[in-house]
């Protein structure tokens, strides 16, 4: 069993930054891969960004692409999402996720993720 649990979100004028963190506890493999979605009242969930555990690629929407950065720390056990010039349609909850088996093809798909945290909310001011 993997535990998820998201920090780092608040309120923030448009162009701010902020930066969540995920603290993974519990057995993970060198296959799993790590993700952050969203979700912003009214809308379905959505990928924003994804790194390999083991190799640390990584993979972003291109909403965020240039913004966002994904990291890892594998001695914390902790995974980041730094959010720069960050836009009033970023406001959402932001959820960590973890996947056991990670596949490119999927990757941004909800429903292949077998934990999850209990979010963290971002709110942009304009």
């Known amino acids: 069993q993997v535990q998820l649990v998201e920090s780092g979100g608040g309120l923030v004028q448009a162009g701010g930054s902020l930066k969540l963190s995920c603290a993974v506890s519990g057995r993970t493999g060198s296959s799993y891969a790590m993700a952050w979605f969203r979700q912003a009242p009214g809308k379905e969930r959505e990928f924003v960004a994804a790194?390999?555990?083991?190799?640390?690629?990584?993979y972003y929407a291109d909403s965020v692409k240039g913004r966002f950065t994904i990291s890892r720390d594998n001695a914390k056990n902790t995974v980041y999402l730094q959010m720069n010039s960050l836009k009033p349609e970023d406001t959402a909850i932001y959820y960590c996720?973890?996947?056991?088996?990670?596949?490119?093809?999927?990757?941004?798909?909800?429903?292949?993720?077998?934990?999850w945290g209990q979010g963290t909310q971002v709110t942009v001011s304009s």
């Open positions: 996720a973890a996947d056991r088996a990670f596949a490119i093809a999927t990757m941004r798909r909800d429903a292949v993720y077998d934990y």
């Open positions: 790194i390999w555990w083991s190799g640390g690629s990584t």
